[in-house]
C-alpha cells in the first residue's frame, strides 16, 4: 500500500497525538477516528486513555450520539465513509 504526506497544524498534530491509542501509529489512528463510532471502540479508547477509564456505559452512548451529530455536520454531501 502507498503512503501520502499530508500537511496539519500542531495544535492538530497534539490533538492526534493524545487520540492514539499505545502502539497505535498515526496512520492507524487517523483510519480509526475516521471510521464510524461504536459504543465499542469508544470504550476501548477510553479504557486506554487516562482520565476517561471511569466512564459508564450510558455516558460513553451519549457521547456517541453527540460524535454522530457533529459527524454528519462535517460530512460532504455525497460522500460515504462507511
Known amino acids: 500500500m502507498g503512503s501520502k504526506t ?5 495544535e492538530v498534530y497534539n490533538l492526534l497525538k493524545k487520540m492514539r491509542l499505545p502502539g497505535e501509529s498515526f496512520g492507524d489512528a487517523i483510519a480509526r477516528l475516521c471510521r464510524t463510532k461504536t459504543s465499542a471502540s469508544l470504550r476501548l479508547w477510553a479504557e486506554s486513555s487516562e482520565g476517561w ?17 457533529i459527524r454528519e455536520t462535517l460530512r460532504p454531501e455525497g460522500v460515504d465513509l462507511s
Open 53 to 69: 477509564s471511569d466512564l459508564t456505559c450510558e455516558e460513553i452512548a451519549r457521547l456517541e450520539d453527540t460524535f454522530d451529530g
Open 6 to 10: 499530508i500537511s496539519i497544524t500542531e
